[in-house]
């Protein structure tokens, strides 16, 4: 394979609605890290480490839509006069939608109680503890964007990782790395991504990560949204 990068595959956490009532108190924390593995898609653990959804340190006892850093909020829960802890919790993780309704969350629900109270107790614990477990995400994740219970570290990256340019010709970008290699990509198969955080990219260094075990799709993230089109030449080879 052209890539050393492992495969980013983001997945949404799943469940069921339900109507089952109040069932916080007396969760088993451990067993609670075993259903959160449903969540790490889209929520990290980390301090200011924000995926999909913001991160989930600190939770306990945080009012709704207050994480700093944070600025994907829906207007519901930038609103919501809501405080986490045992039982707005449990009445959240039943059923995200019918308990604020508006907000973008794409977890439907979680219909077992035992499981709910188990995962609320491993939130609290989380909080208390001041940090994430060890290997909170490595033992769960797909390879890829995700490494080690953290985002991959984009400015660590090899050289046949690390772009030199991006050719645009009729419906094919050509992106070329350090190795000189050459991997021409149909050009709806190559997505184009920033990420501004500490992990990602240098400053006008873009990187290439595989996003399909068949090597047909990447992506190639930026460190700026400004840096794509000039970084893109039109050309086609002579």
């Known amino acids: 394979m052209w890539f050393r990068a492992a495969i980013c595959i983001l997945a949404f956490c799943a469940g069921y609605l339900a109507t089952s009532g109040y069932a916080a108190e007396g969760g088993d924390p451990k067993k609670g890290q075993e259903v959160y593995r449903a969540c790490v898609a ?46 707005s ?27 709910r109270r188990d995962l609320i107790a491993f939130l609290r614990s989380v909080t208390e503890k001041g940090s994430s477990p060890s290997g909170e995400q490595a033992e769960s994740m797909p390879e890829g964007m995700m490494s080690q219970g953290q985002m991959l570290n984009l400015k660590a990256l090899e050289a046949n990782n690390r772009i030199t340019s991006i050719n645009h010709c009729g419906d094919t970008y050509t992106v070329k790395v350090e190795t000189n290699e050459a991997y021409p990509f149909w050009e709806f198969n190559l997505r184009f991504k920033t990420d501004s955080s500490d992990l990602g990219p240098p400053a006008g260094k873009p990187v290439i990560i595989p996003a399909s075990m068949r090597g047909d799709r990447a992506f190639v993230i930026f460190a700026a949204p400004d840096e794509i089109s000039s970084f893109i030449k039109s050309e086609c080879p002579q």
């Open 89 to 115: 919790l449990d009445a959240w993780l039943t059923n995200p939608r019918g308990y604020l309704p508006g907000n973008r969350m794409t977890f439907r629900g979680l219909s077992d109680a035992t499981q």
């Open 42 to 87: 889209c929520h990290s653990l980390s301090p200011g480490r924000h995926m999909t959804g913001p991160s989930l340190a600190g939770i306990w006892g945080r009012k709704a839509g207050t994480v700093g850093g944070f600025t994907r909020y829906s207007k519901a829960l930038k609103q919501a006069n809501v405080t986490w802890d045992e039982r």
